[in-house]
């Protein structure tokens, strides 16, 4: 008989399905499972040390359930349970959790590492998929109903010898999407009966795992829905997802099982764990954040949570990792450039156009609230626009270039990124800005200017201009109405060049006493061709003159006097 190699899952009978038409709102239970099965998929596990590091980063992120490892797996994972208990480093309102198979010996292991704890979770699994029980334990379906139900009660009664610690039970059915749905309730029924103690205050934790993703997002909702909808005792169970990413929808895929009724969601910082790894939280967490929901998870140091995580686990995170990564919020390309640098611009407008205060081109969700800084947003190579580049020297050197200066700015900079075939850093730009813009080499260098009012007419301006022509002094001397004129007037004397200036632009470099005066002045030449000069000094006058001869120093071979 010829079968095809894969096939198509088959869909799950649930034609009244109501999750569709559902949105979230509220927040799961988030719980932390990096130091189990994120820690057990690193080629490098962490030591005691470092796991203790993590513990505690994840305290501080505000996570209350956090799965701290396998303690019947070896005399380290079990350690380091004694060791969080016994010297009190475990906060009053967080319960740490362990994972044991449904094994006598094994249970009873776990249960003397949680001895003396305020409050855990034991979480037991076994998986009653028929490809686990036909292929790998040689099992039946009674027998692992059996199996589990004495597991259940062994933890039970040995979490009843513990009076002063509360301990709560999680049970998973591995590869619970992989699973017969009739028999995993069947199984789960059974379990919930024989824990026998589970109330709405103290539920029993099913967990039901998407252990390898087989299927696509939309059936492991239709699953968790069907369970939700049958499950005997609804209100004395937490309904918890657990994810793994094999075919890159994990995300997807738990977002859409929380529309289905679910009420907790385990998963991994950046997705640690087996192969392609669990539920990445920091995406699903702040999806949530970036939609309004409060997440009781703090990840306003994101940065540095990225950078612990990559020490500890020796793992880097993916340039483009959802908000963790380092391009995840950067624009390369001028349009893109261009359009935040607008949209932030106005900003203001949001709540008026949009009802929120957050709403920028390119951008879901603002950088500084993980955060992350400014200048990473917009990165610099040959494909940036002026925009970009304009926003650039404005977020890193408070430099605000006239719209008209921009395209000008803009080909010399991407010239220049051509020219060294790399992106280049926001010094560079600053760098060029100055070469040629500030101090272009030229035929002129002012020596010095003496504006003086006419003594009867304080509206006209006597001006003497002393300034190098290739080297050569000359002076030159004129009036005009206002400074600018009378030294435009006045250069006019010494050089033969044709050029007015009608406006120009002024902002205040620094602050307070040490601020500056940065003049852009356009010069406009015959033709319609017009250069910009830009001029700094603490006298605005002064900054205007200097911005004029850097724009007259652009110019290239002349006739002059
Ligand atoms: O992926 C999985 O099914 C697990 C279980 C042990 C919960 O990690
Ligand atoms: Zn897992």
């Not at 796991?51 to 350690?79: T, V």
């Not at 492991?220 to 069907?226: F, L, S």
């Amino acid at each position: 008989m010829s079968v095809p190699k894969y096939k198509i899952p088959e869909m799950i009978d649930l034609p009244d399905r109501q999750w569709p038409s559902k949105s979230l709102t509220v927040a799961p239970q988030w719980c932390s499972v990096d130091l189990r099965d994120g820690n057990q998929a690193l080629p490098d596990p962490m030591d005691p040390e470092q796991k203790l590091e993590y513990f505690q980063m994840l305290c501080g992120l505000g996570f209350k359930h956090i799965e701290i490892g396998f303690p019947s797996a070896s005399q380290d994972e079990f350690d380091f349970f004694r060791k969080l208990i016994e010297e009190d480093l475990i906060p009053d309102d967080v319960f740490i959790m362990g994972l044991t198979q449904s094994r006598p010996h094994l249970i009873e292991r776990t249960l003397e590492a949680f001895k003396g704890c305020k409050r855990g979770i034991v979480h037991a699994y076994i998986a009653p998929s028929d490809l686990h029980m036909k292929q790998v334990f040689g099992m039946e379906r009674p027998q692992l109903i059996e199996t589990a139900v004495a597991a259940t009660k062994q933890i039970r009664e040995l979490a009843a010898a513990m009076p002063g610690s509360d301990i709560r039970y999680e049970f998973s059915p591995e590869e619970f999407t992989d699973t017969d749905l009739a028999f995993s309730l069947e199984l789960c029924e059974a379990v919930f009966a024989a824990w026998g103690k589970a109330t709405p205050e103290k539920p029993l934790i099913m967990n039901l795992p998407a252990t390898v993703e087989r299927r696509p997002p939309n059936h492991y909702a239709d699953m968790i829905e069907w369970f939700c909808r049958n499950f005997s005792k609804r209100d004395c169970i937490t309904v918890s997802l657990h994810s793994h990413n094999d075919q890159g929808m994990a995300v997807a895929a738990t977002e859409l099982a929380l529309l289905a009724g679910a009420d907790r969601v385990e998963g991994t910082l950046f997705g640690h764990g087996e192969r392609t790894g669990n539920v990445d939280l920091v995406t699903c967490i702040n999806n949530l954040y970036s939609r309004g929901i409060h997440t009781g998870i703090d990840f306003s140091g994101l940065a540095e949570v990225a950078e612990t995580v990559e020490r500890l686990t020796g793992m880097p995170v993916y340039y483009r990792q959802p908000y963790a990564g380092e391009y995840a919020f950067t624009a390369f390309s001028g349009s893109h450039q261009d359009a935040i640098n607008k949209g932030v611009h106005k900003l203001g407008e949001a709540p008026k156009r949009f009802g929120m205060g957050w709403k920028v081109p390119y951008l879901h969700i603002d950088p500084a609230d993980l955060g992350r800084k400014f200048e990473r947003l917009i990165r610099i190579n040959s494909q940036s626009g002026k925009g970009g580049i304009a926003w650039v020297l404005e977020q890193d050197y408070g430099i605000e270039i006239p719209k008209a200066m921009q395209p000008e700015l803009g080909k010399i900079i991407q010239a220049y990124s051509e020219s060294v075939g790399r992106e280049i850093s926001s010094s560079e730009v600053y760098e060029e800005f100055q070469r040629n813009f500030v101090t272009p080499h030229g035929l002129f260098a002012l020596i010095g200017y003496w504006p003086r009012p006419d003594d009867n007419d304080p509206t006209l301006i006597h001006g003497e201009v002393k300034m190098k022509v290739e080297g050569k002094e000359k002076i030159g001397k004129a009036d005009g109405n206002g400074p600018i004129s009378a030294f435009v007037n006045a250069v006019k004397r010494v050089v033969d060049i044709d050029f007015s200036v009608d406006d120009y632009h002024e902002q205040a470099i620094g602050e307070g006493a040490d601020a500056q005066a940065m003049a852009y002045v356009p010069l406009k030449f015959a033709k319609g061709k017009v250069i910009y000069g830009v001029g700094v000094d603490f006298n605005i006058d002064q900054a205007a003159v200097k911005a004029i001869i850097a724009g007259l120093n652009q110019l290239g071979p002349f006739v002059y006097m």
